[in-house]
């Protein structure tokens, strides 16, 4: 028998080092409600077959998917499962007393494996956060060779909470807090030179934040050559890949960062409440563990996540999510997005009154993308046009702030997305293009 974990290294070890998987469960036979039987994952799921996998809200056409990732009907009857599995089992199980490996530690190795063969890395070097923002706040708060006067820099499309977190390395720690605007009309070749302007003219900067796929606008950003950029100054860099991961078909060592946080929810489309924070191994002691925590080793990453309890399902699930990703593809995945954006993109692009804000260079966007109607100024220009694409077109999309040159639509197709959604979207933008002139 395995000898509980006492209640506070439980709690410490709750975010990173969760849920037993399904196998172990099945294993240990227990865990799995008759009522609530599995559903199988296909080997390999086609592209032209994933509407079919997934529920969806009838008689709208979501193009606002950037905010999380609808689950697929495997992961969230998965899902459903573990919900009854925890709920039934409770402390029995989460205490690490069952036999067989059903506990709480052997579902948190499931989970930071399945991320780590995801992205290409250690599960070592991975620890599983409730969101993106989560991992992205702890890299950046808690940045270790950071000292009064060193400067730390952030550009307008990055994510609000991690600007935050960075204006707090300026109000807590003593950093001078440097902002510049991304290029726009940008290009592979400005946006470069805006970053190697601003590390210039920052000769203090200790700390990058690089968004690779933007929130705001969908602009892809360089990330490698940016990130060596950095480094040649002795900047460090933490990538902001929550659009990026299980959206483009990439693996993490492809960014050259040594740290890096994403929303597992997102993309990867696993139940909400599930992040994950990267962090290089032989980096892990420039990141201070989380609010003095000593009931994780500090050389180990999980110490770098706030102890607590979580949506252990959730997380339990993340395995069923990851396989759902490779069995659809990641270069496939890609490719579906990408030709779900191209097809509205192109139906308007020589629309006079349509201001795309992401460059034609598939290298600068993948699927999402941000646009101005001509005259659209204000944030309340913005929320009216995406109020009378949801009344009168039944076309969900969102406004986004903090752009330097004003708001913006955001459209994001999803994985169950058709060519029907894109072409509602073109066509109410063409009746639409003289909303505001």
């Known amino acids: 028998m395995i000898p509980p974990l006492p209640r506070r290294r439980l709690l410490g070890a709750a975010a990173p080092v969760l849920l037993a998987s399904s196998r172990s469960a099945v294993a240990a036979g227990i865990g799995v409600p008759n009522d609530l039987p599995a559903t199988p994952l296909p080997a390999r799921i ?11 809200a009838p008689d709208i056409h979501n193009l606002e998917n950037g905010y999380w990732g609808i689950m697929p009907r495997v992961v969230a009857d998965t899902y459903a ?65 950071l000292k009064p006067g060193d400067a730390v820099i952030h550009c307008d499309l990055d994510y609000d ?7 707090w390395l300026g109000t807590r720690r003593g950093a001078e807090v440097v902002k510049f605007s991304m290029p726009e009309p940008a290009t592979t070749a400005n946006i470069l030179q805006a970053y190697r302007d601003v590390l210039a003219r920052t000769p203090r900067a200790k700390l990058l934040l690089v968004t690779q796929v933007s929130n705001r606008t969908g602009l892809v950003t360089p990330v490698r050559e940016i990130v060596a950029m950095a480094r040649e100054r002795g900047v460090d860099t933490v990538v902001d890949a929550a659009h990026g991961i299980a959206c483009l078909d990439f693996r993490i060592g492809d960014l050259g960062a040594d740290f890096a946080g994403w929303s597992v929810h997102k993309w990867t489309s696993a139940p909400l409440g599930t992040g994950a924070m990267f962090i290089r191994r032989e980096r892990i002691p420039d990141i201070d563990v989380a609010f003095d925590n000593h009931e994780i080793p500090p050389t180990e990453i999980t110490a770098r996540v706030p102890a607590g309890t979580v949506d252990f399902a959730a997380v339990l699930t993340i395995p069923t999510a990851v ?60 929320r009216r046009l995406q109020h009378v694409l949801l009344e009168r077109h039944r076309i969900h999309t969102v406004w986004r702030k903090g752009v330097a040159r004003g708001p913006v639509i955001r459209v994001t197709p999803g994985l169950y997305s058709t060519m029907a959604d894109a072409d509602a979207l073109s066509a109410a933008l063409q009746q639409e293009r003289r909303m505001f002139v």
């Open 46 to 56: 086609p592209v032209s077959a994933l509407p079919a996998q997934y529920d969806v």
């Open 323 to 382: 396989d759902f990703h490779f069995a659809v593809g990641a270069a496939e995945k890609e490719r579906h997005l990408r030709a779900l954006r191209d097809r509205w993109v192109e139906a308007v692009r020589d629309v006079p009154e349509v201001e795309l804000c992401v460059p034609d260079d598939p290298a600068r966007y993948c699927t999402i993308t941000s646009f101005r109607l001509r005259g659209m100024r204000t944030a309340e220009d913005a």
């Open 161 to 167: 909470a991690m600007i935050a977190a960075m204006d």
């Open 81 to 145: 499962r573990h919900q009854a599995e925890v709920n039934r089992d409770n402390s029995i199980w989460a205490r690490n007393v069952l036999p067989g490996g059903a506990c709480l530690a052997a579902g948190g190795r499931d989970a930071r494996a399945a991320i780590a063969r995801q992205v290409g890395c250690s599960p070592e070097e991975i620890a599983v956060t409730r969101s993106g923002s989560d991992a992205l706040q702890m890299l950046i708060t808690n940045y270790r060779p």
